[in-house]
């Protein structure tokens, strides 16, 4: 499967906030939640976007989309998926792109409704015009934003309950694992690693909050003070080094190959924290780009690898 390279990669987080999810290996499916439409419900209306009928025929430009899609039991609605979208696996995969969509290619799918995650040469217009219903939905910036996403998901494709119950479900699982973080003295620190460029996030995007809940302080933060990288600066093997941070996280580890390994030989970072105390913890890239369901399961990676730091 193609990929980016992981300089222009960290780079389009830069710019667009990790509006898709990066591509890698399929992971453990998470069963779909029941919940039973109701076409009576129609018609309903989303912000600008009203449907007369429940959608039979939607195609997912959104790899995130595509997972909360069927976490909220739409799946059989689904009937094309973006290249990217490999989550869950039966999942109908296409060649079609999120990165450049096409609305010729889209057209072609008959679809009664296109999911989005961002704008790329004006497609909502295009899609509009030739009279596609169109949702938006950009990369969620707090949780709440991804709880909204999965709430007007179910409204427009008639899975209003199922919606509800996976909110419900994320909210109390995620409130129970904050529950079980250690009160420390001091809050050890962590870097994030996009990419082997450096790419970072700071404690202001989505996955720093994660962090955040976690109870970890970011080394990245004083690299992006005023904002300027959009929550995600590059930095250099010096600012990493000098700020010696506790644990490494790699949401790189699938489409650059970074491990353990490879983070102990670099140049200069043998002093660092992380390596001395084996520390570095590789994560599934996917998991760690995509704010739906599985942010849950993010969470819960971090805490437990942290678990046991000293307070």
């Not at 039979?56 to 989309?65: D, G, M, Q, R």
């Not at 096409?102 to 409704?113: F, H, M, T, V, Y």
């Not at 590789?282 to 849950?296: M, N, T």
Request: with cysteine.
């Amino acid at each position: 499967m193609s990929r980016r390279t992981p300089r222009l990669f960290a780079a389009t987080l830069a710019v667009a906030a990790l509006t898709l999810g990066a591509c890698a290996e399929k992971a453990p499916e998470t069963p779909a939640a029941s919940g039973s439409p109701n076409a009576a419900a129609f018609p309903v209306t989303v912000g600008s976007l009203t449907l007369e009928q429940r959608p039979e025929k939607i195609v997912s430009l959104s790899p995130t989309a595509t997972e909360m899609l069927f976490a909220i039991g739409a799946g059989p609605q689904v009937t094309a998926v973006d290249d990217q979208s490999n989550f869950p696996a039966d999942a109908p995969k296409t060649d079609l792109s999120g990165y450049q969509p096409n609305a010729e290619s889209i057209a072609g799918k008959n679809p009664d409704l296109v999911v989005l995650a961002n704008d790329t040469n004006k497609i909502v217009d295009q899609l509009t015009a030739l009279k596609i219903p169109v949702y938006l939905t950009p990369a969620a910036q707090t949780l709440d934003d991804s709880y909204q996403q999965l709430t007007e998901l179910g409204t427009l494709t008639g899975n209003t309950t199922a919606a509800a119950d996976v909110v419900q479900r994320m909210k109390d699982d995620i409130a129970k694992i904050v529950a079980e973080v250690p009160q420390r003295v001091q809050a050890p620190t962590y870097f994030h690693e996009l990419g082997p460029e450096l790419y970072t996030a700071t404690s202001k995007t989505f996955i720093g909050s994660v962090y955040t809940l976690a109870g970890l302080e970011n080394i990245a933060d004083p690299a992006d003070a005023d904002g300027k990288s959009a929550g995600y600066p590059q930095l250099s093997q010096e600012v990493i080094v000098k700020a010696n941070p506790d644990f490494v996280f790699l949401a790189d580890a699938k489409c650059c190959q970074q491990s353990a390994e490879t983070v102990k030989a670099r140049s200069g970072w043998s002093g660092i924290n992380a390596v001395k105390n084996d520390q570095i913890v590789p994560l599934d890239d996917d998991i760690a780009s995509r704010w739906g369901p599985r942010v849950v399961d993010l969470l819960r990676v971090i805490v437990d690898a942290t678990a046991k730091a000293s307070e």
